[in-house]
Every structure is written in C-alpha cells, then in structure tokens.
C-alpha cells in the first residue's frame, strides 16, 4: 500500500510539473529541455547558473517560474559598485525612536535573480554565498533565517570579460546546476514573432499554477524516490572519474555526488516514476557536474570544454542495467 501511494504521489507531482512548464512555454518557445532543467534544480530545491549570450530570455524565464509557481521574486542587477549590504540588507538609523531598526534587502524573497553576478566583486558575491548554502543572512551580528522555499537564479554572460570578476569554485560549487539557453531554432523563433504579433503587447499575463505550499510538497515527493545501491554505485564512479582524469587538475567535490543524486531523482519524478534509472543520472550528468571541474592549462588551451570531458566520463564508467535500479516491489 505504501509503495502505491509513493507511485500516485510521484505521477501527481509529474502533472503540476507538466502543467508548470507547459504555461511557461507560452512566453519561452522551443527551450522545454532548458526549462525541465531549471524545473528539476527547483525541484531539488537548488540554485541555477545561467551562462550565455545577451538577449536569450534567462531573465524571462526567472520571472516566468516566479509567476506561475506565486513565488515572490526579487531581481538584483550586479555591478561593480555593488556592496554587500545591497544585496543582504542593514541596520538603519531611525531618528524618531534612536534605534537601529534593520531593513530587508532583496535577498529576503522566495526566488532571487541575480543578473550579472560576476560582475559584482568577491564581497559581495560571498553575502550571497551565505544566503544560498545556509539560507540565512547574517547582518551587524545578528542571522535571520530566509523563508522557504529560496533559490537562486544567478545569470552571467560569457562573452564580456571588462568589469567583471570571475565566480570562485567555491561559489560556483554551490550551483546546482550550470546550463545555457543557446538561440531558438527557425521555426520557434518565427513561431515567437507570430505569437507577439498576435497579443499585441510585450507582456504575458501567465496564471498561477500551483502556490509554494505545493512546490514544497513537490520537492518532498523528490525526496522520497527510491536510490538503489547500485545506482548510488554509479553516480560515486561517475565523480570519482572526474578526479582521476589526465585531464583534469581539479575533479567534482562530494557536492558533485549530491548534485547528480538531488537531480536525477527530480528527474525521476518528472517522469512519474519513484525510483532513479541510469538514465537519469546520465541525462543530469553534464549541467551538474561540469561546472565543478577545472582542466589542466595544456587541456583548455586544445578547447576541450569541461562539458566534453563529462561526456567522455559517461562513455567510460559502466552503467548498471534498469532491472538493478528498480526497487523490489511489496
């Protein structure tokens, strides 16, 4: 019986998660793979990292998972002169009572975008570092822990270097997820154009598919999708060789290992299933992992990307067959 319910739950939550993408498809045409992408970090309740060219609707898609999910959203726009206080709040002066009275920045919000983010400097980059790993800020001495659910949607773009200050591995190890959005194909952005004609106005007005009560929910059905000894075999074979490759200088972290178990199992359940697949992991290997490995300077200098050398890793570790991964039914 309880197997039953796990299976309903996990096929429910694969419906709001259908219904979720397909209402944000109305305003981002041709990128579902980049959207279950987002969908599945959100659902693993971990932060994302989108890296690519200008004008490819990273900030679109932030607000659009704001609005059909009823999270409250806050948009940071990070420049060099940005300081940490503007990001995590102060204390303010208050003349009429004589006291320090502390006023919430844009941090205190239930999905953050931040734009730009290695633009801002290393001080600034680490009050969000807090705010991501621990979910609290910490101001003049005194932590106030951030409402659930909180994520990070950070955007950085590649192409411009002037002005900007590289993210740390530190930083970067606490993405989930690092993915690109790329440029649509002909027929979606022709399809884009006629839809825009046709409403006659920039903006969409997408309705509220389920609350963050339900989002929560949805993540604790993720939490639940069974992990099989094999599976969880193969995920630590796949990170450690990441460590072990000529290759590489720097290998993925146990973090990595979290990452690709937290990812597969939302894929799981995307697919209304309640227990990981092989290829779930490998489907989440490359967005988790990549970012968390850093290649020796005569590698990079050849233009092998990180990405590529992940991609050799899946063809080199042996997967376990789907009879290993499935959970022995009551």
């Known amino acids: 019986m309880k197997d039953d319910v796990v299976v309903n739950e996990s096929a429910r939550a694969a419906e709001l998660a259908g219904t979720i993408l397909d209402e944000i498809e109305r305003v981002v045409v041709g990128k579902r793979p980049v959207l279950e992408l987002v969908l599945l970090a959100l659902l693993s309740d971990g932060h994302v990292l989108i ?10 898609m932030a607000r659009s998972f704001a609005a059909v999910i009823g999270l409250r959203f806050a948009r940071i726009q990070f420049t060099p002169d940005l300081m940490p206080s503007d990001v995590t709040g102060a204390a303010i002066y208050d003349q009429r009572s004589g006291e320090f009275t502390f006023r919430p920045g844009p941090v205190f919000t239930n999905l953050l975008l931040g734009d730009e983010i290695n633009r801002a400097p290393a001080k600034t980059q680490a009050a969000l570092l807090e705010a991501m790993q621990e979910r609290q800020v910490t101001v003049e ?33 606490r993405f989930l997820v690092r993915i690109s959005v790329g440029h649509p194909e002909r027929v979606h952005e022709i399809e884009m154009l006629e839809r825009r004609a046709a409403r006659r106005t920039d903006d969409v007005d997408l309705r509220v598919v389920i609350d963050p009560e339900a989002l929560r929910w949805m993540q604790g059905v993720t939490e639940a999708v069974y992990v099989s000894p094999s599976i969880y075999a193969y995920i630590v074979d796949l990170v450690g060789a990441t460590r072990t490759s000529p290759m590489v200088q720097v290998g993925a972290s146990p973090r990595g290992s979290l990452a690709l178990m937290k990812l597969a199992r939302s894929r799981a359940v995307l697919a209304g299933r309640d227990f990981v697949i092989p290829e779930d992991v490998k489907a989440v290997a490359v967005p988790a992992l990549a970012h968390r490995i850093l290649l020796k300077p005569e590698v990079w200098v050849q233009r092998v990307r990180t990405e590529d050398l992940i991609r050799r890793v899946l063809e080199s570790v042996p997967a376990p067959s789907p009879d290993e991964a499935a959970p022995q039914r009551s």
């Open 51 to 60: 890296e690519d060219l200008p004008g490819l609707a990273k900030t679109l």
């Open 141 to 173: 001495g005194t932590t106030r822990l951030l409402e659930r659910p909180f994520l990070v949607i950070a955007t950085q773009n590649p192409i411009e270097s002037e002005g900007t200050y590289p993210l740390p591995e530190a930083q970067l190890d």
